[in-house]
Nanobody
Framework: QVQLVESGGGLVQPGGSLRLSCAAS????????MSWYRQAPGKEREFVAT????????IYAGSVKGRFTISRDNAKNTVYLQMNSLKPDDAAVYYC???????WGQGTLVTVSS
């Protein structure tokens, strides 16, 4: 059974950092591009970042480029999203997505507030 479990969300002040994790099971995450999306209240889900499987090429949404870093540890079957210089606009539920399997995690909430 394919499962993606996100963790690492929480409350952080503007300018702070968080690292999100996405632990995959039921498949080998290294075989798939892996992505992060987010959805703020009242807004549509939007793309944040992706990392390809073989070359580990990374692509970012313009709004997070230079502040967020996506990475993967194939030995741990885990994908990460390091988020720095967080802004109130970054507050959302963050979802992990396995592109090859069209599978979503349950999401982890990030709140950015002073």
């Amino acid at each position: 059974q394919v499962q993606l479990v996100e963790s690492g969300g929480g409350l952080v002040q503007p300018g702070g950092s968080l690292r999100l994790s996405c632990a995959a099971s039921g498949f080998t995450s290294s075989s798939s591009a892996m992505s992060w999306y987010r959805q703020a209240p009242g807004k549509e889900r939007e793309f944040v970042a992706t990392i390809t499987s073989a070359l580990r090429t990374t692509i970012y949404a313009g709004s997070v480029k230079g502040r967020f870093t996506i990475s993967r540890d194939n030995a741990k079957n885990t994908v990460y999203l390091q988020m720095n210089s967080l802004k109130p606009d970054d507050a959302a539920v963050y979802y992990c997505y396995a592109d090859k399997l069209h599978a979503w995690g349950q999401g982890t909430l990030v709140t950015v507030s002073s």
